[in-house]
Structure formats: structure tokens, C-alpha cells
Nanobody, 126 residues
Framework: VQLQASGGGLVQPGGSLTLSCAAS????????IAWFRQAPGKEREGVSC?????????YYADSVKGRFAYSRDTAKGTVNLQMNYLKPEDTAVYYC???????????????????WGQGTQVTVSS
């Protein structure tokens, strides 16, 4: 079971990036996939997730609401994070994480996810 996050890079404030999470070894469509991030010197935090069991249940960190959008591409078997209006404080390593089932109250909890990707660096700077 492996997760691969990609799409990070250097972008100017106000710019956009799309991160993608792909899986090998298991059908990603049957897992709840979440995005986390960790900035230098800070704890890892949940960014966004939509429950696979209940797509009406979602989580977005307050700091990204209205700017980030989570989506699944079932044809490609990937989960994407569209990040718009990026700010310097969005600079972090972004990780995707997976679990077969996650209760709605734990969507943003690291301990709810058994499988983690290696992370992709996002740097927002002018």
C-alpha cells in the first residue's frame, strides 16, 4: 500500500496549484483520503477531506475555506486538492493519507489514517 502525492512547487502569492494523490496496492476509491500539511516548526494539521462513506461529510481547515477544493477523479483513481489564492502561510509539506473508514468527527485527525504518502513541498513566495 503506497500513496504518492505530487503537484507541489513554488508559486507566487495569489497563485494556484493542484495537488494530486495516487495510490498503488489498493483501490483508492474505497478509502477516505485526507490532505494534511506541516509547516516548518509547526505541527501537522488537517487541511481537507471528504468522507468516502458519506460524500456529504467534508472537512476544510478554517484557514483554507473558500480557497481550497477537494475532489476525486474516479476514472484516474486520484484525489486532488485545488489550491487557489495561495498565501505565504500556506507554505508547507502537504501529505495525503488514507483509511478504509473514518468517522466524521475524525476526518482531520492524524491518528485516523493508517497510510501516508511521502509529502510534496508547496512554497508560496514572491
Amino acid at each position: 500500500v503506497q500513496l504518492q502525492a505530487s503537484g507541489g512547487g513554488l508559486v507566487q502569492p495569489g497563485g494556484s496549484l493542484t495537488l494530486s494523490c495516487a495510490a498503488s496496492g489498493f483501490p483508492l476509491n474505497f478509502f477516505t483520503i485526507a490532505w494534511f500539511r506541516q509547516a516548518p516548526g509547526k505541527e501537522r494539521e488537517g487541511v481537507s477531506c471528504i468522507s468516502n462513506g458519506d460524500p456529504t461529510t467534508s472537512y476544510y481547515a478554517d484557514s483554507v475555506k473558500g480557497r481550497f477544493a477537494y475532489s476525486r477523479d474516479t476514472a484516474k483513481g486520484t484525489v486532488n486538492l485545488q489550491m487557489n489564492y495561495l498565501k505565504p502561510e500556506d507554505t508547507a509539506v502537504y501529505y495525503c493519507a488514507a483509511s478504509p473508514s473514518v468517522i466524521s468527527s475524525s476526518l482531520a485527525s492524524e491518528t485516523a489514517y493508517a497510510y501516508w504518502g511521502q509529502g510534496t513541498q508547496v512554497t508560496v513566495s514572491s
